[in-house]
């Protein structure tokens, strides 16, 4: 070792012998030493913060075999860190510069190899923040600030609109792009960038798309993109605005009467309902047929845009009363629609008040005056009375659509007008194990008019579910019990119906108590079991 260090001369000398003669003959020789060549120094252009440049230079053994190991601090590194150099070969040196701020750089890197030996290398760099602009990519004007209009997009669809981030400095720019909501949870972004990381070389620019896709409907939505590059706290802001439209869906009629029908007849009426968007979307018409007086085919279904499908509208009456009924129109990801449905079943006993187009509107207006809580005979007799002060209402068909569909009390308007209300909407029986044995549980309707009513629950022969009394009268301001059954007829099986309860004034059930002017609507009670 010590001779490899010193590079020492070694000198001898070898006697030969012959018969007649000796002579010897000098050797000498100088041992190797470790020996490598690389730059004095490397110089780095500028470099964008949290970007990296690379440069390359050999490594060159003029010695024996080695092996070498180089230390350098951040931000540069070099690859291979460590390697074996063969006996007059060469390896090929990668330098990585990364500046993490802007700021210049000087360094040396160290290279041990042989035996203890070290040899220096100089390396220097500068780093430089980019400086970025946005635009919308139409012109060469940049902007600090933009803006992505999507202008009215249908629910259920998509659109993407792009915008421009131009590096304007000479060094690459690493750019993120960050998406921050406020008041919203990341499950409603409507506004979406899939890509959120880019490098952009110098003096370039790169295009950025954003899709816009609403979930509600007749919403304005408003988000924010942030891109920064790497390093540097300035940002551009790109702001996205865009508003949703549903698709229009129209009935031909918003209410159909179908007057006198006989019991044991029915009498059908026709509604189209059209799409008359663009826009693909789906209906469902909340209605049990086979617990119902009112009965319709198509009960659900998909229109197409620009179509239209015509819907068939039964009424069978089970009863000689007047009945009304508001059934709701649900529509894929917007407010519901609803239609009103008259009509009066007759005998040639017993012939109830008609109802026709005109009672609607009549009822309506009565609500709002505080006049409907009292009953047709008395309806003549409050109006000429100074003294009698009425309360006004909010008649149900001026709730808020979710308010109507549910029907749900606590969700009505402060000061709704509630005529007949059942305590319960849904009934579970559960499992029932004994398929044989009749369960029964309690509903309870109350009367919150001033005028005596009869609740009559539709009677369907072929129901597991049955009401007993079928029929009965409530006093005003009272309530009256009724006994919901369950007789399941087949185990494993599951059951569900909605029961309808049907009432009204019971002065309504003779026409010759009642003319035009005193004549009032029935309630419609559900129950879903």
Known sequence: KQWYQRRVRDSDEVEFSTKTDRFTVNVQAVLPKYSIDLPHSLTFDTCGVQTSVTKTFTLVNKSIETYF??????????????????EKGHYDVTVKFTPSEAHVYDSKAVISFGNDQHKEMFISGVGKHPYIMVGDGKNDEEFVHQLLDFGDIPIGTSTCKTFEVKNMSSVNAN???????????????????KKRQHLIKPHSSINVKVNFLPTIEKMS??????ISPAGFPSQCV???????????????ADLLSFKYTELGTERKQYVTISNQSSVKTSYQIVLDSSESVFKVDNSCGTLDGKEERTIVVRFVPLNAVPYYKRITILLHRQEPIFLDLLGSGFTNEIRPARLVEADLSKFVEKVRTGLSVYPPELQ??????????????????DQPPSSQFFSD???MTEGSTMHVTADIENIDFGRCRAFQKVHHKTVTVTN??????TAIWNDNPDSVFTVLPI?????????ASFRVNFHPRNPNQFYGANLECTTFYKSMRDAQLVNEETSCLSWSQSVYC
Request: aromatic share 10%; with cysteine; hydrophobic share 35%.
């Open 471 to 479: 029929e009965c009268d409530i006093q005003p301001y009272k309530s």
């Open 380 to 397: 003549t007799e409050i109006l000429a009375d100074e003294k009698i002060t009425l309360n006004p209402g909010i008649p149900f068909q």
């Open 175 to 193: 750019v993120s792009i960050s998406h921050q909501i406020s008041g919203t949870v990341a499950m409603d972004k409507v506004f979406v960038c």
């Open 409 to 411: 009390v606590q969700m």
């Open 221 to 226: 939505y408003t988000d924010y993109f942030y």
């Open 69 to 86: 190991k180089w230390d350098v601090a951040p931000p540069f590194s070099i690859e291979p860190e460590m390697g074996l150099l063969s």
């Open 238 to 252: 790109v702001k996205c605005v865009g508003r949703s439209s549903a698709p229009e869906i129209k009935l031909s």
């Open 448 to 453: 919150h008019t001033k005028g005596r009513v």
